[in-house]
């Protein structure tokens, strides 16, 4: 069975720093991979998604993912975060006939 | 075009009713599912449809919870004698189909609340 580890559950950051959220999954067949984003009251948000072919993935709002097959990760990145950008961000997995499996999200806080 | 859409948005009750959530997801789309997200925790798996059949009803927490699926379309899920431990927002995702790289696409889900 596949799952997803995210290894923060918060992350606090200044507002124009960068910021990186982990995520690592574990399966050993071809998978492809999500970024989902839930902002308070509302339903998630998808991000960005790797199928194949390039492992940087962009996305919306200035986020960036890359797909690291050797390490079984999925790391989201942004440069220059925004007070905006506070949300739940939850990593997925699914294979070719499976559903989304979810990580257990990590909150991001942008500090002014 | 429309986004899946999920009713009430709020639903306030006393503890022992029954209650009804109804999911109308995006036309088209083949694959349907339940979460629910307690406060401050992830996603808890429930239910997923392909078409109006339920391949994996493992998640579903006790047999006081129930779900269909019609017409390959809108779907209920149905607490019986809910209790306040009910208490969280469920979300319902749509997507093309189940797997095969096809991302779900979320409500804004119903926050229940048992009193």
């Keep these: ?112 | 075009g429309a986004g899946v859409s999920q009713s009430p948005s709020n639903k306030v009750t006393e503890k022992g009713k029954d209650v009804e959530l109804r999911c109308d997801p995006i036309s088209g789309h083949t694959a349907l599912y339940w979460y629910r997200q307690s406060l401050g925790q992830g996603l808890e798996f429930l239910i997923y449809f392909q078409g109006n059949s339920a391949p994996d009803k493992s998640g579903l927490p006790s047999d006081r919870f129930s779900a269909e699926r019609t017409g390959g379309s809108v779907s209920t899920l149905t607490i019986q004698r809910t209790q306040q431990e009910d208490s969280a927002v469920y979300l319902c995702a749509s997507s093309l189909a189940a797997g095969g790289g096809q991302p779900q696409h979320f409500g804004d889900g119903t926050r229940l609340s048992i009193l």
């Design chain 1, 1 to 112: 069975a596949q799952s997803v580890t995210q290894l923060d559950s918060q992350v606090p950051v200044f507002e124009e720093a960068p910021v990186e959220l982990r995520c690592n999954y574990s399966s050993s067949v071809s998978v492809y991979l999500f970024w989902y984003v839930q902002y308070p009251n509302q339903g998630l948000q998808l991000l960005l998604k790797y199928l194949s072919g390039s492992t940087l993935v962009k996305g919306i709002n200035g986020f960036e993912a890359e797909f690291n097959k050797s390490q079984t990760s999925f790391h989201l990145r942004k440069p220059s975060v925004h007070i905006s950008d506070t949300a739940e961000y939850f990593c997925a997995v699914s294979r070719r006939n499976t559903p989304l499996v979810f990580g257990k999200g990590t909150r991001l806080s942008v500090i002014a």
